[in-house]
């Protein structure tokens, strides 16, 4: 079965500093990757992805994140962070080999940027 | 181009009624999913469909209903609703490709009493 880890509940970062939020996986075949972003009161909006080739993957707003198949991670990155980048943030998993048609998704990682 | 709509917005229910979720899309999206949402447990899958016609369970299906009569319509029941049932529900869909991004709608607050 598929599954998704983000070890941390919370993530604190000063605006500025480079930030990370961690993912773990785990399928049975080729995975597929995604991170999505949840603000207040809204549904989730698509990030980026990991499919296929370059382990290092970017997306909307400055993000991007790193594919890491012996270590089975997908962690989000970005260089300098912003306030405004405070948010809820999910990753999640496809299972290429078993059809892909469910996405599992972790609990999430609140993102809180100080000022 | 609505995108993924969800209605209603909130809801509240006493234990033991019963409601219907409406997920409409206009993306002529293959799959669609109805997740729940809850503090600390991340976003759980209820149930999904793959076509028109089609339903199958997910991760926490107990209590819940669904159908998809039509393929731009999925419907989430609750046919005795009870106060484990609060929760925000939201809807996604997704096109048939496998690495196809999933689209999610604005979700619907549930509260049973």
């Known amino acids: 079965a598929q599954s998704v880890a983000q070890p941390e509940d919370q993530v604190n970062v000063a605006e500025g500093n480079p930030l990370t939020v961690k993912c773990t996986y785990s399928?049975?075949?080729?995975?597929?990757l995604f991170w999505y972003v949840q603000y207040p009161n809204r549904g989730l909006q698509f990030l980026l992805k990991?499919?296929?080739?370059?382990?290092l993957v970017k997306g909307s707003y400055g993000f991007e994140a790193e594919f890491n198949k012996s270590q089975t991670s997908f962690h989000l990155k970005k260089p300098s962070a912003l306030v405004s980048d405070s948010a809820l943030y999910f990753c999640a998993v496809r299972d290429g080999d078993t059809g892909g048609f469910k996405t599992i998704f972790g609990a999430g990682t609140r993102l809180f940027v100080k000022a | 181009n609505a995108g993924v709509t969800q209605t209603p917005k909130f809801r509240v229910l006493k234990t033991g009624q019963s409601m219907t979720l409406l997920c409409a899309q206009d993306?002529?999206?293959?799959?669609m999913y109805w997740y729940r949402q809850d503090p600390g447990m991340g976003l759980r899958l209820i149930h999904y469909s793959v076509g028109e016609g089609t339903t199958a369970k997910g991760e926490v299906p107990d209590g819940y209903n669904v159908s998809r009569l039509k393929k731009q319509n999925f419907l989430l029941g609750l046919e005795s609703a009870a106060p484990s049932q609060t929760s925000v529900y939201f809807c996604a869909s997704r096109g048939l490709e496998i690495a196809d991004t999933q689209y999610f709608g604005p979700g619907t607050r549930l509260t049973v009493l």
């Open positions: 993306m002529n999206h293959e799959y």
């Open positions: 990991y499919i296929t080739g370059d382990n």
């Open positions: 399928v049975s075949g080729n995975p597929y």
